[in-house]
């Protein structure tokens, strides 16, 4: 068989071991975890992965993280970095990359990525419906509202929320 042919049948049937695992039921998180690792995903230790996540590119997930259903992260070759007890609720996007728009003589699809690597820090928690764009960077013990667009980088103990996202409190007590 030509080359091309057997490159084409190996990825379809990735996909297709791909698809299985991510469609097992959430009470099975234990097998998505597995074949996570063995296709070398860095993934902690007591993570929590539930039903259709979809992982491309480079990311890693410190212990105990867990995401919910329907998120989508792509870090590309950047790469996305989450860290330690992080909390992602469900249908969250994160990626690593755009498309290139700044030559108005060529078609935005023909256009390069741009790519720069997501961190997302030790006990953050990302509300339901958010996207998180290249580049930025979540503090620690930053919490993300639901259905904000990250565009900026949010410090450490923030509460972010909106689009596009912009600090609305803290997660820090003044002592009187």
């Given at each position: 068989?030509?080359?091309?042919?057997?490159?084409?049948?190996?990825?379809?049937?990735?996909?297709?071991?791909?698809?299985?695992?991510?469609?097992?039921?959430?009470?099975?998180?234990?097998?998505?975890?597995?074949?996570?690792?063995?296709?070398?995903?860095?993934?902690?230790?007591?993570?929590?992965?539930?039903?259709?996540?979809?992982?491309?590119?480079?990311?890693?997930?410190?212990?105990?993280?867990?995401?919910?259903?329907?998120?989508?992260?792509?870090?590309?070759?950047?790469?996305?970095?989450?860290?330690?007890?992080?909390?992602?609720?469900?249908?969250?996007?994160?990626?690593?990359?755009?498309h290139g728009n700044d030559d108005l003589s060529v078609p935005m699809i023909d256009q390069p990525w741009v790519e720069a690597e997501v961190i997302i820090e030790d006990d953050v928690w990302i509300g339901a419906n958010c996207t998180i764009l290249k580049g930025i960077r979540v503090g620690r013990?930053?919490?993300?509202?639901?259905?904000?667009?990250?565009?900026?980088?949010?410090?450490?103990?923030?509460?972010?929320?909106?689009?596009?996202?912009?600090?609305?409190?803290?997660?820090?007590?003044?002592?009187?």
């Open positions: 068989m030509p080359r091309k042919v057997l490159v084409f049948l190996f990825r379809g049937v990735t996909g297709m071991i791909e698809t299985f695992f991510a469609s097992l039921p959430n009470s099975l998180s234990v097998l998505r975890l597995w074949y996570l690792r063995c296709a070398g995903m860095k993934v902690g230790a007591k993570c929590s992965i539930a039903r259709n996540v979809y992982f491309l590119g480079r990311v890693e997930l410190g212990d105990g993280t867990a995401i919910a259903n329907n998120c989508f992260l792509n870090g590309a070759q950047a790469g996305i970095k989450i860290g330690r007890k992080v909390m992602i609720a469900p249908n969250c996007v994160i990626v690593a990359f755009a013990g930053a919490v993300i509202g639901a259905n904000a667009v990250v565009t900026k980088d949010v410090e450490s103990f923030a509460i972010a929320g909106g689009v596009p996202a912009r600090k609305i409190g803290t997660r820090l007590k003044s002592v009187c």
